[in-house]
T-cell receptor, first 115, second 111 residues
Framework: DADVTQTPRNRITKTGKRIMLECSQT?????MYWYRQDPGLGLRLIYY???????NKGEISDGYSVSRQAQAKFSLSLESAIPNQTALYFCATSDPLAGTTDTQYFGPGTRLTVL | EDKVVQSPLSLVVHEGDTVTLNCSYE??????LLWYKQEKKAPTFLFMLTSSGIEKKSGRLSSILDKKELFSILNITATQTGDSAVYLC???????????FGDGTTLTVKP
């Protein structure tokens, strides 16, 4: 079974709808991240969380919100989706106590299309 | 603001060729530089580099970091079609505890 899972894997929605993307991990890592990836571009950080009570904005947090329900769960919400939020979304985890502390482990991604 | 620039943006080679991918960075409080491989799906970890001049090697892939000149290279020797992917470089910042990614290099290896 995958260590980092994301649901849904694909989603098509309409402008103005509220969308939630979910991420779960069984790696036992404290740190979790949400990124978006647009064609031809790298990963841009939306939000990150170092533990359940610590949530931080990334470089492109406008239009998004997150919830860290437990160590293992980190959800990303689009309160009112717009077409330029069409992208591939990745969740990732990392372990600050590991030897390779900055290594991130990625989920399979959610492809979101906003019409 | 932290910045990571990768070059070239794309590269097409034939099997057996050797390629060098470049990553330059500007970051406050550098902690590490990481390389990932992305093949139509989630990025997977290749290397983490923290010290200058020490080569990390895994099979046909190797990488080295120059902290004075602020760059890293990823070498792939005897390329195979399975090496076709996007290679992402990221730099971790000590203070922020997060990574900044470059836009990636798309490598295509033709038979």
């Amino acid at each position: 079974d995958a260590d980092v899972t994301q649901t849904p894997r694909n989603r098509i929605t309409k402008t103005g709808k509220r969308i939630m993307l979910e991420c779960s991990q069984t790696k036992g890592h404290d740190r979790m991240y949400w990124y978006r990836q647009d064609p031809g571009l790298g990963l841009r950080l939306i939000y990150y969380s170092f533990d359940v009570k610590d949530i931080n904005k990334g470089e492109i947090s406008d239009g998004y919100s997150v919830s860290r329900q437990a160590q293992a769960k980190f959800s990303l919400s689009l309160e009112s989706a717009i077409p330029n939020q069409t992208a591939l979304y990745f969740c990732a985890t990392s372990d600050p106590l590991a030897g390779t502390t900055d290594t991130q482990y990625f989920g399979p991604g959610t492809r979101l299309t906003v019409l | 603001e932290d910045k990571v620039v990768q070059s070239p943006l794309s590269l097409v080679v034939h099997e057996g060729d050797t390629v060098t991918l470049n990553c330059s960075y500007e970051v406050t409080n550098f902690r590490s530089l990481l390389w990932y491989k992305q093949e139509k799906k989630a990025p997977t970890f290749l290397f983490m580099l923290t010290s200058s001049g020490i080569e990390k090697k895994s099979g046909r892939l190797s990488s080295i970091l120059d902290k004075k000149e602020l760059f890293s290279i990823l070498n792939i020797t005897a390329t195979q079609t399975g090496d076709s992917a996007v290679y992402l470089c990221a730099v971790a910042n000590t203070n922020a505890g997060k990574s900044t990614f470059g836009d990636g290099t798309t490598l295509t290896v033709k038979p």
